[in-house]
């Protein structure tokens, strides 16, 4: 029989619940190695495992074709498939003394464990988002869609105004909210409402959902994309660059739950050149900058309340806010093909109307929003407290608080870093490359992009959601820290 050198750990109490001693993992390991013609050498003999990572960190400073563990236990209860999969793939075999298992495949490795690949590493453990509801959420859904149902009021019904009773309430006094189907029709009613024309400029950020965009381009505007600063926010300097006799409003997109960091000094540049000031709010809804809350800065606001932002529904559903009553009454005839009187439509319109059931369920998550706010901003907050000083992430500025949809850092090996959490279960996000500047639709557009191609590159967005817990948070960021390390 031909001997091959191994590498053998036993394995500390924190690692596995166990009361083994570590002489008698010893033992069981140099059984097995004996019988299986494995040679240990002294250097190489018993290194406690005190952590899985620095079994992996060990792999790579030693060459050996054979890698010994006492029990493969120690990766059922602690979900290491990473490792053992890692180990594979640098040509070793794997050994478990306990079990006298052998495996040198992939394929082994899965039928080893007795349900295959645990389901966790088949999808992620940690969701970007996880969109199901708790019981007691559930329930609440389901009686006011009892309702509605039973009512046959499915369109033109109470909740509808209900909802927008409830927005006008959260966002103060004078606030009037007009209920659409969704986010990119809130955009483009808005920009109808406001009168911009087919050949007005229209200046927005390159960084957005490309329906920013399509909206302006939708009713024959003209996109003009302004690059971006440091924290992924419309540029002033970017916009007084790009400003022609043709431009007729600004476009500032509330990116990635933070308030668009310069809106202040956005909306004065506006008002001075007697600009329209329009807010993409469909990722900042809950933020607020000295107690102004995003949606309330501009002549008019767009809102998507599909399930994917901090604030949804079941489907796509939007809303516009504004404080201006000529824009609301243009808003309410474009929302049904520009009827005024269910009968005579003054101009021309789609239908752009949210249904009951939606407006139910949102108007519910409305009311338990702030509660569940609370929680998100922990989040954010403990990941800030375990990440602050390894990685650059986007930050909350002096008397703002950021809406909390999802936790975004940056980093130069972002496509490894996405490959290594993927590994660990841990799902992350890419929003939005490529820019809206590089889209073929809009190669032939004036754009000013060289801060925002280099950032869009390092952008990634980490799980943050109501369903998370601090624990989730802390694996995410010990992994995180694991690989800054390497």
């Known amino acids: ?45 018993e290194l406690l495992l005190e952590s899985r990572e620095q079994a992996l960190k060990m792999l790579e400073d030693k060459k050996t074709q054979d890698v010994v563990f006492y029990s493969s236990q120690i990766f059922l209860q602690n979900n290491d498939y990473y490792l053992l999969k890692k180990i594979l793939e640098r040509g070793c075999r794997l050994h478990f003394a306990l079990e006298e298992k ?12 007795k349900f295959g690949v645990p389901e966790k590493f088949k999808k992620s453990e940690i969701r970007f988002n996880d969109l199901s509801y708790a019981h007691h959420d559930r329930s609440e859904v389901l009686s006011r869609i009892d309702r509605i149902l039973s009512s046959g009021k499915i369109l033109n019904s109470n909740e509808i105004n209900d909802l927008e009773g409830d927005f006008n309430n959260y966002f103060g006094f004078g606030t009037k909210t007009i209920a659409v189907s969704s986010g990119t029709g809130a955009l483009v009613m808005g920009l109808l409402a406001l009168g911009i024309n087919p050949g ?7 960084v957005s959902w490309i329906s920013t965009a399509h909206a302006v381009s939708f009713i024959g505007a003209v996109p003009v994309f302004a690059d971006v600063n440091r924290k992924l926010s419309i540029s002033i300097d970017s916009c007084k660059k790009l400003i022609t006799n043709k431009t007729k409003a600004v476009i500032a997109v509330h990116f990635l739950g933070k308030v668009a960091s310069e809106i202040e000094e956005l909306k004065s540049f506006c008002d001075q050149g007697k600009l329209l000031l329009i807010e993409d709010s469909s990722q900042g809804f809950g933020a607020f900058k000295e107690d102004k809350k995003v949606g309330s800065f501009g002549a008019i606001s767009c809102i998507s309340l599909n399930p994917m932002k ?23 005839k474009l929302r049904y093909c520009g009827l005024e009187d269910k009968k005579n439509s003054s101009r021309v319109s789609l239908n752009f109307r949210m249904d009951a059931i939606q407006a139910a369920i949102i108007s519910y998550n409305l009311s338990v929003f702030s509660e569940k706010r609370i929680h998100l901003k922990a989040l954010y907050k403990r990941y800030v407290e375990l990440l602050k000083s390894h990685i650059e992430y986007i930050d909350e500025d002096k008397n703002e608080e950021l809406a909390y949809y999802g936790f975004s850092i940056f980093s130069d090996k972002r496509e490894m870093l996405i490959s290594y959490l993927n590994d660990f279960g841990i799902e992350t996000k890419i929003q939005h490359e490529p820019l809206m500047s590089e889209q073929t639709s809009y190669q032939d557009c004036v754009r000013d992009d060289l801060i925002a191609q280099k950032m869009i590159k390092q952008v990634l967005t980490l799980p943050l959601h109501f369903k998370m817990s601090l624990d989730n948070v802390d694996y995410i960021c010990s992994k995180i820290k694991g690989f800054l390390k390497q």
């Open 310 to 332: 901090t604030l949804g529904g079941v489907g796509e559903a939007g809303i516009i806010t504004t404080r201006d009553e000529r824009i609301h009454q243009e808003c309410l």
């Open 102 to 113: 052998r495996i040198e495949s992939l394929s082994e490795l899965e039928s080893f464990f």
């Open 200 to 206: 007005d400029e229209v200046i927005l950020p390159c």
């Open 1 to 45: 029989m031909t001997k091959s050198t191994a590498l053998s750990f036993i394995t500390s109490k924190k690692i596995m619940n166990s009361d083994i001693p570590h002489k008698v993992q010893g033992l069981v390991i140099r059984e097995y190695a004996k019988l299986h013609g494995l040679i240990l050498g002294l250097s190489q003999t």
